[in-house]
């Protein structure tokens, strides 16, 4: 992909030229004897794709020369590397952020020609949430755990991450997906879903949360004795097996 000349071009040019001034000996640089000119003119990369560059070395006013030896080289060989023949290659990276360096095309007596490389991030094509299906008993917690990747199948890491619960008052999720069951003591096993979204990609998970178990049943009082036509109220306190009412 190319774009017009971007004011990073045009400050790594001044760089550039600035630190050539400061080598040289004496009041002026010496004047190039050709010129070099890269095209395209900018990069856009995803991670691992690769682009070829094509140099161009003419006089100063302006007719080809050719058979002139080409030098290449990138400022940041961790975001981009560059081979003899001028193709671009972005370095791997799962990260988030848009990184820039720049590729340098020189030829001996020539000026110094600079190709600013943008490389964007992979963007995040699915989500993989696990378990697919998990049971929690009544106050239980349980880890989920997701795995973003690229369309290339590349683990993609430090993304923005939402869990959205289908029925809270059942089930509560944390920002790092610790998914906890909440207090419930009625007799029916209830169910509901875990969406995890991460750049509009999502995927589910399915929680059954069954009712608790009975440990105990005590009635109180223990014994009575009633007359004829007497009446007393019993009372039956249930029990889980933690003590819960």
């Known amino acids: 992909m190319t774009f017009p000349r971007s004011a990073l071009h045009r400050a790594l040019g001044v760089a550039l030229l600035a630190g050539a001034l400061s080598c040289v000996d004496g009041p002026t640089a010496p004047r190039p004897l050709a010129l070099v000119t890269a095209t395209p003119e900018a990069l856009s990369l995803r991670p691992l794709d690769s ?4 140099a161009r070395v003419t ?3 302006g007719a080809d020369i050719a058979g002139l030896p080409i030098e290449w080289r990138s400022l940041d060989t961790t975001i981009a590397n560059v081979s003899a023949a001028g193709v671009v290659t972005a370095r791997a990276y799962t990260g988030p952020a848009i990184r820039n360096t720049a590729i340098l095309v020189t030829s001996p007596g020539a000026s110094t020609d600079t ?3 943008e490389v964007l991030p992979w963007a995040v094509a ?3 949430a696990s378990p697919a299906t998990v049971t929690l008993s ?4 349980t880890q989920l755990t997701l795995r973003l990747e690229s369309e290339a199948g590349l683990e993609l890491s430090d993304r923005p991450i939402a869990w959205i619960v289908d029925d809270t ?3 509560q999720v944390n920002a790092s997906g610790r ?8 007799p029916l096993t209830r169910q509901t879903w875990v969406v995890a979204f991460s750049e509009g990609q999502a995927d589910s998970i399915r929680v059954t949360v069954p009712p608790l178990e009975v440990a105990s049943i005590v009635v109180t009082p223990g014994t009575t004795t009633l007359d004829p036509i007497q009446r007393d109220t019993l009372t039956a306190v249930v029990r889980t ?3 819960q009412i």
């Open 115 to 117: 190709v600013p490389v």
């Open 51 to 54: 682009a070829a560059l094509v």
């Open 179 to 186: 998914a906890r069951a909440r207090l419930y003591t009625g």
């Open 126 to 128: 699915r989500v993989i």
């Open 241 to 243: 097996a933690d003590g």
């Open 169 to 171: 008052a059942m089930v």
């Open 138 to 141: 009544p106050r239980d917690s």
């Open 59 to 61: 006089t100063l006013d």
